[in-house]
């Protein structure tokens, strides 16, 4: 569980968004997730089914009223347990969309993330009380309005669980070439239906979900480790320093230089 606190509004920040549990506190909240655009305020949610770069900001902020939001990952051994023994499972909804949704956080599922930040009172009760409410989030989730997308996290032959195979293969070996074919062998597809079930899930197509991650990880690289442009672009898998430039700039923005002095700056 990581928690947040901004005073004022911020540029769109690119990351790896894991399976979580994404909850606006206070403030308001953007999330672009390929061309797919979500926005949740206050007493809201967003729940990231499989992990996906993403770019997130701050919409809405300042020093009177600071956003605040709360990030709990998602264990998808937990939501197992939890709908084996629930007494009719959850029909899962059609595949045909984004592996993200937002709602509203409110009822049973409101309670236990209250009552997972008041543990923080008490820290010698966590290990004995974190994983029961953990299992009640679960709960909630799976028989709540949303039960229908949630599932699919969790049946072993859902589209959505058999795309997120792949992605953990892609993730572990994003600087190599891309073989579609080898994808979509893990997800138990034909490389025409992996293609078209991948860009339905998360908005990119595997090569645009792969350069975002070269990307992502190329800038954390210069900002962190002090890594240059052409060392950064052949550490995430690109063979010319000057296409990574391209590609760069127009994720970001601005050339992987400037870009990677001004988050030094704001880090400062």
């Keep these: 569980m990581n ?4 005073s004022e509004k911020t540029q769109p920040n690119g990351m790896i968004y894991v399976p979580s549990l994404c909850i606006t506190v206070q403030g308001a909240k953007e999330v672009t997730f390929g061309d797919s655009v979500f926005d949740y305020g206050e007493m809201a949610f967003l729940l990231v089914s499989v992990e996906m770069p993403a ?3 701050v919409t809405r902020a300042s020093k009177e009223r600071p956003y605040i939001g709360i990030t709990i990952d998602l264990d998808v051994g937990i939501f197992r347990e939890v709908m084996d023994e629930l007494d009719e499972a959850p029909t899962p909804t059609n595949d045909q969309g984004i592996g993200v949704f937002a709602a509203t956080l409110e009822g ?3 309670d236990c993330v209250e009552r ?4 923080l009172d008490t820290p010698r009760a966590i290990p004995i009380l974190r994983p029961t409410i953990l299992r009640e989030i679960c709960y909630w ?3 709540g309005p949303n039960a229908g997308e949630v599932c699919k996290l969790v049946l072993p032959n859902s589209h959505m669980r058999r795309i997120a195979d792949a992605i953990y293969l892609l993730r572990g070996n994003f600087t190599k070439p891309v073989r579609i074919e080898h994808l979509a062998a893990t997800a138990r597809m034909s490389p025409s239906s992996f293609h078209h079930h991948f860009k339905l899930l998360t908005a990119m197509t595997p090569l645009q979900y792969q350069k975002r991650l070269r990307l ?5 690289l210069m900002a962190s480790e002090d890594i240059n442009v052409s060392h950064a672009a052949f550490q995430v898998g690109y063979e010319s320093p000057s296409q990574f430039s391209r590609d760069y700039s127009r994720m970001f923005g601005t050339p992987p ?3 990677v002095t001004e988050l030094k700056s704001i880090a400062v």
């Design 257 to 259: 230089k400037r870009n």
């Design 216 to 220: 992502l990880e190329a800038r954390r």
């Design 3 to 6: 928690f947040i606190r901004l």
């Design 55 to 57: 770019f997130g900001r």
């Design 116 to 119: 997972l930040v008041r543990l």
């Design 108 to 110: 049973g599922l409101a």
């Design 141 to 143: 989730l799976l028989t």
